[in-house]
């Protein structure tokens, strides 16, 4: 129902871009966003946008990421730049309808290696 895509190898002081849309079967979606996961630790949030583009970030990655969603297509992006090791982890589409059903996307591999 979430389908994300645009995962890779980058090196450090690169850029990606991650997509992900939701099916058509999702209905009054409220939060999308990213949250990413790395062996041994919990996932954790990147960013989330709502319907009404208020984006929000966690401190790691304000003034690198950029958030944007399509309301329309019920899409959400996530562009990447100056990326770090640090970064390096699975990416997961995230949504929340208005009625507080959440969705994840099933995971996309972003490398930030040299």
């Known amino acids: 129902q979430l389908q994300a895509s645009g995962g890779g190898l980058a090196q450090p002081g690169g850029s990606l871009r991650l997509s992900c849309a939701a099916s058509?079967?999702?209905?009054?979606?409220?939060?999308m966003g990213w949250y990413r996961q790395t062996p041994g630790k919990q996932r954790e949030l990147v960013s989330t946008?709502?319907?009404?583009?208020?984006?929000n970030y966690a401190d790691s990655v304000k003034g690198r990421f950029t958030i944007s969603r399509d309301n329309a297509k019920n899409t959400v992006s996530l562009q990447m730049t100056n990326l770090t090791p640090e970064d390096t982890a699975v990416y997961y589409c995230?949504?929340?309808?208005?009625?507080?059903?959440?969705?994840w996307g099933q995971g996309t591999l972003v490398t930030v290696s040299s």
């Open positions: 946008i709502t319907s009404a583009f208020s984006p």
């Open positions: 995230y949504t929340r309808t208005v009625n507080n059903l959440g969705y």
């Open positions: 058509g079967s999702i209905f009054r979606i409220g939060i």
